[in-house]
Every structure is written in structure tokens, then in C-alpha cells.
């Protein structure tokens, strides 16, 4: 008891000083007024006073003597005004509150909590009988108020209103907590008699509020609440206790509209909101009274909400905190109740009074939208649970209490348009993933179209092209179209539905040309690579195992026929939309991306098929082939987009990854120098020296690119060394390196080096005379210091004779181009 003292003294202290503050404020402002009032009224009769002037006899013709006005004689209605004399009003300051403020409100709290106290010394000691302590607890009351109406008109504390007003307030308070003791505890009067005085004790406190000001009503408001706590809330039942406070609150609403204070509204909001908190963790395990103070909470958020700007209040956020905190409220209480037919009523008629208010008033829209959102998690929750019979049929109700109003008024604004759009799939949606056993699936999937055609309608309603609904409508649209359809096709054919949804967003974009809808072909995309995640695992795992230098990656290829069920539909659907550049906005660079890579997977796939390379005696027949034949069909298709400047993403991709292939596979992890494998027998026309003269060609004939330029070259020097390693081993690379073979590499690399530099001077590329004295350079090094170490005799003689000889000749011409004169200019005539 001495906590509960204590608390309630530091709220009644904490709420008068802000209460205080404000009046203090307002006292001395009136006060100036006033003060205003009285000069300009003293000035105005100064002004009305007649003015009396005497002529005296001229002693010249002329001479004219007008003598100073005398003070004019007593009139009554010429009397100046007395002003009367202005008490100046103390700054307000730390002395001030702790002198001349605080003292007189604490004293009133004191006086509050005597009368509480009396009463219950009375109770425990057993000295007076019920009758006879509510008696003394009215008189008391009674008393306060009489000593208020006498401080207010006699004696020295008629010049402080503050000693009239906290004795009122004191006063409010002790009749309230009696009527609760004399209705509730002792039963004492019955309740049309306890109703009709608390109707004469809310008069007397508007009255008193009205004559007073707000310090009264904020003692009054403070009493009134904690007049339960102190005779002890459920001493009586909590339903007794609900309607004193319902009761209290409407008073002090009331009383609020009558003098336009939103903030006493505020506050019994506040401090309904806090009992009914209260209450909840009190009575956690008695459904009955919990579903009462469901009721009660019901009440005051729509109480509150229509109270609230009667008042004059003009913060939209706070005129509809009430709405959204009794939703919320009653949302948490819902488990209490069991999700029953009581805890849906009340959410559903007060979500019913937030779309009233949002219909009159546009300021109450967001809790409307909120009272649409907050429903879809109630209902998630209770489907949920083992006994959800109410809850179908409170998920329809709440689907066409939103969906018709919100289609109705769709045009009016945003919200409402959000509200059709949550009203119509919010409820559906969660019901279907909630608890997909209520129906069957066509049942399902005929609602669900139902719903896509409502949310349709609205995006087709809405004419700005930037508006969020027009996206959301078009999305939820598109959702609710891929989940209908899904429930009319096998499983197996899941990629169906969202690879038409995808077709048909993409077409609608086009056809609005709203930059938001371009992006949303993309979802679709995603559903459909998050539904086939097995076989897109299956794909990852060949791809990691053939990287590694698995010879037989065809047995981890996922079957044929899923993988293409899964992912050729949607991905192709994709990269057609992908032909208008507007598609996909700023995810085109990444999702497309991830398209042609799933697309080009695809086809690896279906590639694979054909020769079937499940052995290893078959790999080393027919690998490098294959190999071959894939990386060339990768390099010939971006070259032939790159060259046309189409698609250049497209060819940007598969060039790279025939470069990519050619440099891992068949120059590293599989090169047929080292892991056997069959190239063919003919010389220069076989599987090796084709395959690195195409890559060469492709990259020749691009544009001239120093990267590409210096591939071109090393694929030229590539397809030199494999036609003499063919050319000494046959069929098969492997083997050691011989003497022939080693002299063949150099008169090869000399070769290319010769064309190179003739290329080089007859066309007047720079580049490809470098290239050819570097490679020159080298083809020297290599004879001189390996070539020479492997001959003797007159073969070696021989090559060194050969090498100078080609080296002078080479020199010489070379000098020759470089001492050609320029073209001189045509001299003037």
C-alpha cells in the first residue's frame, strides 16, 4: 500500500506540474489582456469628455483671447474610469513552483488520499458499519467542495485560485471513490441509483470544472481512476468496475468537448487504455472477465476516437492513436479469448467503426488501413490453432467488410484503394496457406482468379502511372493469378502458371508504360527459380564437379525432362521480355544475368545428350570433341552478336565463357597433352588445331581491342604448337617431347613470327610488327640456348647457318622499311 501512496503521489505531482506549467503560461497572458483592456477603455473616456471654451471681451477688434481649458466640472459620465489595480503575476521560476505551487496541489493530493485513508482505517479497525463510512466518506467530499466555493469568495485565498481549484478537484474525487465503495463494496444502492449519482457527481465535477478550469478536472480525472485501486479493483467484479470507468470516462469526455480540452480526452484515453492493460495481466485466467474487458476496450477506442476532435484536436496522429491502439489491444487479447465468435466481434465492429470514421473523415484512413492489416495477422492466428471454428466464417466477413467499401471508394484516395486491395486477397491468401484442408484446390485456385480479376479491376481504374496503388493492385494481381493457376495444374508443371503471369505482367507494363510495372516480371522469375531449388541444386553440383575436372559429368545431370518442366518455360518467357530494354529496370544487368546463365545451363543439358559420355573409354574417344564442340558454339554465337550489335549482353556472356572454357578446360584441368583424349589423325585438319584456330579467327576479326589483340595472338601461337605436337604424336597429344618436334616448334614460331611482321609493314600494323620481333626474339633465345644443346655435328652447323642466314635477311629487310622516306607533299605551283 505504501508503493501504490507513493506512485500515485509522484503522478499527481508529475501531471500538475505540466497541467501548471501550461495555466501559468495562460494566467499571465490573460492577465496582460486585461490589463490592455482597461487602458484602452480609460483612453476612450478621456476622449468622450465635452470640451468647454470661454471668450472674454476683445479689447481690440481683432484680439481674440481663448484662455487653457479649466478642469471640467463633476459629470458622471465624464469620470474617469479606475483601472482596476493588477496583482503582477510571479515569474515563474524553481522558487515559485516549490514555494506558492507545488504545495497547494500536493496538499490537495493529501487531502484526497485522507479521505481514501479514513475510509479504510474504518474498514480494517471495524469501527464504523458500511452505511456509516460511506456516509462519512460523502460528507467529506461534500466538505471539499464547500471549503472550494468558500476559498473561491471569501477571505485572503479568493486572490489564488489555485486553493479553490485543488480543493474541487479534491473534492470530484472523494464523491467518485464513494460511489464506488457505496455501489460496488457494499451494495448499499442499486445500480440505476448508483448510475444517477454518478450522473449528479459528473455534473457537479463539470460544473465545478466549468467554474474552476482544468486543474479541477485534472483532480477530478486522477481520482476517479485511482478511487478503484485503493478500495481494491475486484473487491465487486471486474463488471461493476468497467462500468464506473466507462461511466468516469464519458464524464471527462464530456467535459472535454463542452470546454474543447483535447487534452483531458487525451489523457482518459490514455488512462482507460492503461486499465484496461492492467486488468489483462491481472485476469489472465478468467476468460469471462477478460471478454468484458474486450467490450470495455472496444468502447473507448471508438469512444475515444469520436471524442477526440469534437475537442478541437487537430493532430491527425493522435485523433487516430486511439483506433489503432484498441485494435492492437484487442488483437492481443484474442488469445485469451480462444480466438472465439467474442474476440472476432469486437475486433470486427471496431474495425467496422474505423472505416465509418475513415468514410466521413479522410484523417482516419491510416486506421482504417491499419484495422485491414492488423486482421490478417489475427486471423493467421487463429487458423492456426487445434479449434478455429468461428474463424472461417470471421475471415469472410472480414474480407467483404473490407473489400466492398474498399472497392466502392477506391477513387477517392490511396487508402481506400489499399484497403479493396487487403479486403480482397489478404484474407484469401492467408486462409489458403493457414489452412489449405478448408477447401480443395479448384475451390481455391476459382476464389483466388476471382480475387486476381477485383485487384485487376482497380489497377485498371487507376490512371497515374506513378501511383504505389497502380504497383500494388498489379502485383497482388499478379500473385493471386499464379496461385490460382497453380492449383489447376500438377505439381510438376508449377513453372506454368508463373512463366503466363510473367508473360502477362510484362504485356501490361508495356501497354501502361509506367515505369514502377517493369519490374515486376522479375517475381514471377524468382518464384519460379525458388520452385525448381532441386534441380538448380542438381545443375550447381555438375557445374562444380565439371569445374573441379570431372571426366563424366552426364551422370549428375538432373532428368531431362524436370529440369525443363522446371526452368525453360519461365526463363524463356524472361529473355523474350527482355527484348524491350525498359524490362526489369534496374535488376535488368543481375536477373538477366542469372537468366542466360540458367538458359545457357539448359542447353549444356540438352548438349549432353548427344554424345552421352558416361565412361571414361567413351571420354577418351569422344571428350575433347564434345568439348570442343561446345566451346566453339559459345564463341561463334557472341561473335556473331557482337558483330551484328545485338543482344550484346547475350554475346558478352557466351564469348566469355568460350574464352573461359578454352582456358580451363582445354589448356589446364583437360588438356589433351595431359589426360588422353582423341583429337584425330589428320595433320593440321583435326579436333586440336581447328579448335584453337577458330578461337584466333573470332578473335581477330572483333574490333581491335589491346585484350583482344593479345588473346588473337597467343590462340595463333596455341593452334602453331598443337598442329607440330599432332603432327609428331597422331591421334593421341601425350607423350615425351622429341628432337624433331622440338626443332618443328621452333621453325613454326619462326613462321609465325615472319608473317606476323610482313602482315605487319603491308598493312601498317604496329602492333603485329611488335608482336612479331618479340616472338622473333624468343624463337633466337630458344635455338640458341635449347636447340643448339640438343644437336651436334653437322646439324648443328646446319641450324646455326640457317638461323643467321634468316636473321640477316630479316634484319635487312626490316631496316629497309624503316628507311623509307614518307610520301613528300605536292609542292605549290
Known amino acids: 500500500m505504501t508503493v501504490l501512496t507513493l506512485l500515485i503521489a509522484l503522478g499527481i505531482a508529475a501531471a500538475f506540474y505540466v497541467v501548471l506549467r501550461r495555466i501559468t503560461v495562460l494566467e499571465q497572458e490573460l492577465r496582460r489582456v486585461e490589463s490592455l483592456v482597461a487602458r484602452l477603455e480609460l483612453r476612450e473616456a478621456r476622449e468622450a469628455r465635452p470640451k468647454t471654451a470661454t471668450y472674454s471681451a476683445p479689447s481690440a477688434p481683432e484680439r481674440v483671447a481663448i484662455p487653457e481649458e479649466p478642469a471640467p466640472p463633476a459629470q458622471p459620465e465624464a469620470r474617469p474610469v479606475k483601472v482596476p489595480e493588477m496583482r503582477a503575476e510571479p515569474r515563474f521560476s524553481l522558487e515559485s513552483l516549490i514555494g506558492g505551487r507545488l504545495p497547494i496541489w500536493i496538499g490537495g493530493a493529501a487531502l484526497v488520499l485522507a479521505g481514501f485513508f479514513l475510509v479504510r482505517y474504518s474498514i480494517e479497525s471495524g469501527l464504523l458499519g458500511p452505511a456509516a463510512r460511506t456516509v462519512l466518506a460523502a460528507l467529506f467530499g461534500g ?20 486553493v479553490a481549484q485543488v480543493l474541487a478537484g479534491a473534492g470530484i474525487a472523494s464523491l467518485y471513490g464513494t460511489l464506488y465503495m457505496a455501489a460496488a463494496l457494499y451494495h448499499l444502492i442499486g445500480p440505476l441509483t448508483a448510475f444517477g449519482a454518478v450522473l449528479v457527481v459528473t ?19 486522477i481520482g476517479g481512476f485511482a478511487a478503484p485501486l485503493v478500495a481494491g479493483f475486484d473487491a465487486a467484479g471486474i463488471g461493476p468496475l468497467l462500468v464506473y470507468l466507462a461511466l468516469f470516462i464519458a464524464a471527462l469526455f464530456g ?24 486488468l489483462i495481466a491481472a485476469l489472465g485466467g478468467r476468460p469471462g472477465d477478460l471478454s468484458a474487458v474486450g467490450a470495455f476496450t472496444m468502447l473507448l477506442a471508438a469512444g475515444a476516437s469520436a471524442a477526440l476532435p469534437a475537442t478541437g484536436m487537430d493532430n491527425r496522429w493522435l485523433r487516430i492513436a486511439p483506433l489503432v491502439a484498441g485494435l492492437v489491444q484487442l488483437l492481443a487479447l484474442a488469445p485469451a479469448l480462444e480466438f472465439g465468435p467474442l474476440a472476432w466481434s469486437f475486433y470486427l465492429v471496431l474495425a467496422a467503426a474505423a472505416l465509418f470514421l475513415a468514410w466521413r473523415d479522410a484523417v482516419y484512413a491510416p486506421a482504417a488501413l491499419a484495422a485491414a492489416g492488423f486482421v490478417l495477422v489475427l486471423e493467421a492466428l487463429a487458423l492456426i490453432q487445434p479449434e478455429r471454428s468461428a474463424t472461417p466464417v470471421a475471415a469472410i466477413v472480414a474480407a467483404m467488410l473490407f473489400a466492398v467499401p474498399g472497392h466502392l471508394l477506391a477513387q477517392r484516395s490511396r487508402h481506400w484503394g489499399l484497403i479493396a486491395l487487403l479486403g480482397t486477397g489478404g484474407p484469401l491468401l492467408v486462409a489458403h496457406a493457414a489452412a489449405p484442408s478448408l477447401l480443395p484446390a479448384l475451390g481455391w485456385g476459382a476464389l483466388e482468379l476471382l480475387a486476381a480479376a477485383g485487384a485487376a479491376r482497380i489497377a485498371w481504374q487507376t490512371r497515374d502511372d506513378d501511383a504505389p496503388l497502380l504497383t500494388a493492385a498489379t502485383a497482388l494481381a499478379g500473385l493471386l493469378a499464379a496461385v490460382g493457376l497453380a492449383q489447376f495444374v500438377p505439381g510438376a508443371w508449377i513453372a506454368l502458371p508463373f512463366a503466363a503471369v510473367l508473360l502477362g505482367l510484362a504485356g501490361w507494363a508495356r501497354y501502361r508504360g509506367a515505369k514502377p510495372l517493369f519490374e515486376l516480371p522479375l517475381y514471377p522469375y524468382l518464384a519460379a527459380l525458388l520452385a525448381a531449388a532441386l534441380p538448380i541444386a542438381a545443375l550447381a553440383d555438375l557445374v562444380f564437379a565439371a569445374v573441379a575436372g570431372d571426366r563424366l559429368p552426364y551422370l549428375r545431370l538432373p532428368p531431362l525432362d524436370t529440369l525443363f518442366r522446371a ?63 561446345l566451346t566453339q558454339l559459345c564463341l561463334g554465337t557472341g561473335w556473331a552478336l557482337l558483330r551484328k550489335g545485338k543482344l550484346v549482353s547475350l554475346a558478352g556472356v557466351l564469348f566469355t565463357l568460350g574464352l573461359c572454357r578454352f582456358a580451363w578446360f582445354d589448356l589446364l584441368v583437360m588438356s589433351p597433352v595431359v589426360e588422353p583424349q582423341s583429337v584425330g589423325a589428320l595433320p593440321i585438319v583435326n579436333a586440336a588445331v581447328l579448335h584453337a584456330a577458330l578461337l584466333a579467327y573470332w578473335l581477330w576479326t572483333l574490333p581491335p581491342r589491346p585484350p583482344l589483340r593479345i588473346g588473337a595472338a597467343g590462340a595463333t601461337l596455341v593452334a602453331a604448337l598443337v598442329a607440330v605436337r599432332q603432327a609428331a604424336h597422331g591421334d593421341l597429344l601425350t607423350g615425351p617431347i622429341g628432337r624433331g618436334e622440338n626443332g618443328g616448334y621452333s621453325a613454326a614460331l619462326l613462321g609465325v613470327a615472319l608473317f606476323w611482321l610482313w602482315r605487319g609493314i603491308g598493312a601498317a600494323k604496329h602492333d603485329l610488327r611488335i608482336a612479331g620481333l618479340a616472338l622473333l626474339t624468343l624463337v633466337t633465345f630458344k635455338v640458341f640456348l635449347i636447340d643448339a644443346a640438343a644437336l651436334d655435328g653437322v646439324l648443328r652447323i646446319l641450324s646455326f647457318l640457317a638461323l643467321g642466314l634468316a636473321l640477316i635477311g630479316i634484319g635487312w629487310a626490316y631496316n629497309r622499311f624503316l628507311a623509307r622516306p614518307a610520301t613528300p607533299a605536292a609542292e605549290p605551283g
Open 567 to 629: 526452368l525453360a518455360l519461365p526463363t524463356a518467357a524472361l529473355l523474350g521480355a527482355m527484348l524491350d530494354p525498359r524490362m526489369l529496370g534496374r535488376a535488368r544487368r543481375l536477373v538477366g544475368g542469372v537468366a542466360i546463365a540458367v538458359g545457357i545451363l539448359l542447353l549444356y543439358a540438352l548438349a549432353k545428350q548427344l554424345l552421352a559420355i558416361a565412361t571414361l573409354p567413351r571420354f577418351a574417344a569422344l571428350g575433347f570433341f564434345e568439348r570442343a564442340l
Open 203 to 221: 455534473a457537479a465535477a463539470l460544473g465545478l470544472s466549468l467554474r474552476h478550469g482544468p486543474p479541477t478536472a485534472v483532480m477530478a480525472l
Open 255 to 278: 467535459l472535454a468537448i463542452q470546454r474543447g480540452w483535447g487534452w483531458l480526452a487525451l489523457a482518459a484515453s490514455i488512462a482507460g487504455f492503461a486499465w484496461i492493460n492492467f
Open 143 to 162: 466538505a471539499l467542495i464547500g471549503a472550494s466555493e468558500a476559498a473561491r469568495s471569501f477571505g485572503p485565498t479568493r486572490e489564488d485560485p489555485r
